[in-house]
């Protein structure tokens, strides 16, 4: 199964200012997509990262607030925006081959929002 | 440091004992369902999957239930031990290729 980084691993952040989180994946992947996990709660699906067009969000998230890259098969970019203490959670970067049946998921990034 | 499943439904067993965690699920047109066991501080961790043709797969200590007429997923952990102590989540693909996470347990084991 494909190995995936996740950056950083946790940060502590500023109220209005935004955070970007990079996901490095060790082969190419057809599919990419970013989870929250609020906390003591289960994982919410924000969007599915689409290799050189806009990623696809899920009701309830918008692109000005999560915006994403995928420049290519193997990376992939969440910025959480202009963030207030509502953002802090846990986000994770998942993977999958189109036809395979795994999915793979980062070691999260754990947001605290101050 | 922060704890994943404080607000989650609880399901304490004694060490040596069978757990069995329920999950149901909301899509009838689910294809492939997956449980995942979630440590403090980590991500999700792939344990067992079954794909909507069948109605039971066994791994090393741990099966997997499907009952699609009443959309219940169920893991079965045998001769639990401690390391065993987590959330547990079930999840789900549509017909979409995203998967859609259930709302998760977390297993306390004690001695």
């Known amino acids: 199964s494909a190995v995936i980084s996740q950056k950083p691993s946790r940060d502590i952040c500023q109220r209005g200012t935004s955070l970007t989180i990079q996901c490095q994946v060790d082969?190419?992947?057809?599919?990419m997509f970013w989870y929250r996990q609020q906390p003591g709660q289960s994982l919410t699906l924000i969007a599915t990262a689409n290799q050189g067009s806009e990623a696809t969000y899920e009701s309830g998230f918008v692109i000005d607030k999560f915006p994403i890259s995928r420049p290519n098969l193997t990376f992939s970019t969440l910025t959480v925006s202009n963030m207030s203490p509502e953002d802090s959670s846990i986000y994770l970067c998942?993977?999958?081959?189109?036809?395979?049946?795994?999915?793979?998921f980062g070691s999260g990034t754990r947001l605290t929002v101050v | 440091g922060e704890s994943v499943g404080l607000h989650l439904p609880t399901l304490s067993v004694q060490e040596g004992d069978n757990s069995i965690i329920n999950c149901a699920y909301s899509n009838s047109a689910s294809d492939y369902f997956i449980w995942y066991k979630q440590e403090s501080g980590k991500g999700p961790q792939f344990i067992i999957d079954i794909r909507s043709n069948m109605d039971k797969r066994q791994g090393q200590r741990v099966t997997v239930l499907l009952n699609k007429t009443v959309k219940h997923l169920s893991l079965q952990i045998a001769a639990t031990q401690p390391g065993d102590s987590a959330v547990y989540f079930c999840?789900?693909?549509?017909?979409?290729?995203?998967?859609?996470f259930g709302t998760g347990t977390r297993l306390q084991v004690f001695p």
């Open positions: 999840a789900e693909r549509g017909n979409t290729d995203k998967l859609i």
């Open positions: 998942s993977v999958a081959r189109t036809g395979s049946l795994g999915y793979t």
């Open positions: 082969s190419q992947v057809t599919m």
